[in-house]
Nanobody, 121 residues
Framework: VQLQAFGGGLVQTGGSLRLSCAGSGRTLGLGAMAWFRQTPGKERELVAAIMIRSSRTIYGNGVKDRFTISRDNAKKTASLQMNNLKPEDTALYYC???????????????WGQGTQVTVSS
């Protein structure tokens, strides 16, 4: 499975960005797709995950009311709509896929390249 992320950039506080993750290869049988983010010196943390079969969503701390994860199984994509962005959302964002329905980082086997999101104050 290969994942490619798109859509990072620079935005002002309160602005919006949409990240997309395109999957290719053996995507049949995947259980979940997710977005994680990481800043220097910190562990990579879950932003949002979506289960492939049920569409159940899980959100990390502090983003549930501002971010929305969605997926298009036919197009093998997962997107993250980010609204009302804050400076603390600044990070390198990674898309990931797992064969399990999980929120646990260690269960995500497939990772895309990171895309930088920078929110200016």
């Amino acid at each position: 499975v290969q994942l490619q992320a798109f859509g990072g950039g620079l935005v002002q506080t309160g602005g919006s960005l949409r990240l997309s993750c395109a999957g290719s290869g053996r995507t049949l049988g995947l259980g979940a797709m997710a977005w994680f983010r990481q800043t220097p010196g910190k562990e990579r943390e879950l932003v949002a995950a979506i289960m492939i079969r049920s569409s159940r969503t899980i959100y990390g701390n502090g983003v549930k009311d501002r971010f929305t994860i969605s997926r298009d199984n036919a197009k093998k994509t997962a997107s993250l709509q980010m609204n009302n962005l804050k400076p603390e959302d600044t990070a390198l964002y990674y898309c990931a896929a797992s064969q399990a329905e999980t929120r646990l980082r260690e269960r995500y086997r497939y990772w895309g390249q990171g895309t930088q999101v920078t929110v200016s104050s």
